[in-house]
């Protein structure tokens, strides 16, 4: 029997812990995603970016010039632009993650078949979760990154702390992709896709992204607190103010576990769909 | 080795359920040969081959490919194996060139190693002058090029293809045919479903005839043949009042007799011979047709109805 390389490089694998779901080739899905990228999708990235743009305009210098200052600890007052920028900047983390990992992944998973034709080689699903999740995960940082530059040139970072803004948005988006990945692939039509941006649009308003959640009665603070969205918010204001401290590793836990769930049903999900 | 045995299958079972797609199947694929599933839609060879692919779990019974077992050494089995599924699954969002070299990386190839055989694959294809197409742009027979191009990035050993030319027109599939003729010539096992018996007679070597999950019939495409049927068939048509008055004079004439809905077959190894027969008993068939016995006639014999429905 002549071994040929393709085959050789799978047998290296053999006895890895989890073998048969991943094959260390995460980078190819990702390497796919760029080449895919490079020809077509960049208008999309393109709106991405501007949306959390033309929102902090319009909110935080037109609405803004009637609020005034806000206290967001005690004795610490900010301009309304810069009380709603880092909402954002966690929102549009949100917004590129669900747009890749859910429409993106429906169409791959449902129509084009690009996940049945991936794994019809030596790759395991979880390469192709990872892989897909890697992706949402870079376009967080391009958007981070891009709106951490005019949020600067406007004059509104304060403290060089406020940087670790950029690393929370990107984990922002993995734990938004991981989980938007997971639910989409138990999605079966387009009606069930509107869905997502059922519950993504109220998110977006009601997280506390353009007033503080105080003013909600106790029982609704709870369950905004509840939701993924207030915990970026939250993690992503208080290093724009220059806050890092403990208070902080319950909002990090809370994205680490979407991240685990997310890849955990995406695998299984991607098993059952098109290796069982 | 000649005779080398690539894939075995041993009471090969897979149940949906009550029901049950494959039904303890027996079969031995060797080397460099065209072993050729055939059988109608639903018959079960997807299932068999997605098995095989070690895309899909079997239920119980053995099955192994080149000496492995699917259940536990899933991705070394699918690095010997080159998959063009039945629905093109080519990445819609990628150039022609974009999609074979994405495909070879997938596999864990170095790119150097992938960009030196995408000429030669883009040869093979005939998609040479298309490399910087979107695959959107190409027509039904080049996208199955493009795709067995794409399963022959990784060198397999087994090359599987299911229904390659549902769907294509006559002159696509003969281009399509001539690649696979060419492929074979040099060494690569090829496995192929379809419910066409012309694609499987001009194709395979061996035929495993399928119906229902299990295995009616498994030889050459001649022997077959000739051990399920005449060497010629005589096709008549009376009317469709008339076709089923006369079937039982017919009857007395023939070796054996086929009604059906349009037309009734018979066979006889002669068949001229036969048709001036009937002829001479006064039974005047609108129109008559011989040929010489098909595989569609096999599949008839062994299942009592047409493959195509």
């Known amino acids: ?36 990228f490079r020809s077509s999708a960049w208008i999309v990235v393109l709106t991405g970016f501007l949306e959390p743009v033309m929102y902090l305009f319009s909110f935080g210098y037109g609405v803004g010039k009637l609020i005034g200052k806000i ?10 632009a810069a009380f709603i920028a880092p909402a954002l900047l966690a929102t549009s983390a949100m917004n590129g993650a669900i747009y890749d990992s859910t429409w993106n992944v429906f169409f791959k998973l449902r129509f084009d078949r690009v996940y049945q034709g991936m794994l019809a080689t030596s790759m395991g699903p979880l390469d192709v979760a990872l892989g897909e999740m890697a992706w949402a995960l870079i376009r967080g940082l391009a958007y981070a990154t891009a709106f951490m530059i005019i949020v600067g040139l406007l004059g509104l ?26 639910v989409t692939t138990y999605i079966k039509s387009f009606e069930q896709m509107n869905l997502i941006n059922i519950v993504m649009l109220p998110m977006f308003l009601f997280s506390g992204s353009f007033y503080p959640l105080s003013i909600y009665p106790g029982w609704l603070q709870l369950f905004i607190k509840s939701l993924p969205l207030w915990h970026g918010v939250v993690l992503i204001r208080s290093v724009s103010l220059g806050i890092v401290n403990t208070s902080l590793i319950p909002h990090i836990i809370y994205f680490l576990v979407m991240i685990l769930l997310g890849l955990f049903f995406t695998t299984k999900r991607l098993t059952q769909l098109f290796m069982r | 080795m000649q005779n080398e045995e690539l894939i075995v299958a041993k009471g090969l079972t897979k149940k949906y359920g ?46 192994s490919i080149l000496g ?3 259940a536990d050494r899933g991705p070394e ?10 629905q093109d699954n080519l990445d819609q969002a990628l150039t022609v060139t974009d999609n074979l070299y994405i495909y070879g990386r997938y596999f864990g190839l170095p790119r150097k190693f992938v960009k030196s055989k995408i000429d030669e694959l883009l040869e093979f294809a005939q998609l040479t002058d298309k490399r910087n197409a979107k695959v959107e742009s190409l027509s039904g027979g080049m996208k199955r090029r493009l795709t067995i191009a794409r399963a022959l990035i990784s060198e397999p050993e087994i090359l599987m293809l299911d229904e390659p030319t549902t769907g294509l027109d ?15 010539e040099q060494g690569v096992t090829l496995l192929i479903t379809t419910h066409y018996m012309d694609e499987a007679e001009q194709l395979c070597d061996r035929l495993m005839v399928m119906d229902k999950g299990s295995i009616m019939a498994e030889d050459s495409p001649a022997d077959l043949i000739k051990k399920f049927s005449t060497k ?13 008055q006369v079937s039982d004079q017919l009857k007395t004439m023939c070796e054996r007799i086929e009604v059906l809905p349009d037309r009734i077959l018979m066979y006889a190894d002669d068949a001229e011979l036969l048709l001036e027969s009937i002829h001479r008993a006064s039974l005047h068939p609108l129109t008559s047709l011989v040929r010489r016995s098909s595989l569609e006639d096999v599949f008839l014999r062994l299942t009592g109805r047409s493959l195509i429905e």
């Open chain 2, 232 to 244: 010629e068939v005589l096709e008549v048509r009376f009317g469709s009042d008339r076709n089923s």
């Open chain 2, 18 to 63: 009550d029901f049950t797609a494959v039904n303890e199947i027996d079969f031995a694929v060797r080397k460099g040969e065209s072993f050729g599933f055939l059988g109608p839609n639903g018959a079960g060879k997807s299932t068999t081959m997605r098995i095989i692919a070690a895309t899909l779990t079997r239920t119980s019974g053995q099955i």
């Open chain 2, 77 to 86: 089995i699918r690095a010997h194996l080159g998959v063009v599924p039945q």
């Open chain 2, 68 to 70: 492995k077992d699917p």
């Open chain 1, 1 to 36: 029997m002549i071994t040929t390389m393709a085959v050789a490089i799978a047998e290296k694998r053999i006895g890895r812990r989890g073998e048969s779901v991943y094959s260390g080739r995460a980078k190819a899905v990702l390497e796919r995603s760029y080449l895919a």
């Open chain 2, 170 to 184: 006559p002159q696509a599939r003969h281009i399509l045919w001539d690649r696979l003729f060419r492929l074979k």
């Open chain 1, 71 to 80: 206290e967001v600890a005690p004795g610490h007052f900010v301009s309304y």
């Open chain 1, 157 to 182: 970072i304060t403290t060089p702390v406020a940087l670790l803004a950029i690393p929370a948005a990107v984990l922002i988006a993995f734990g938004f992709a991981a989980i938007g990945m997971a």
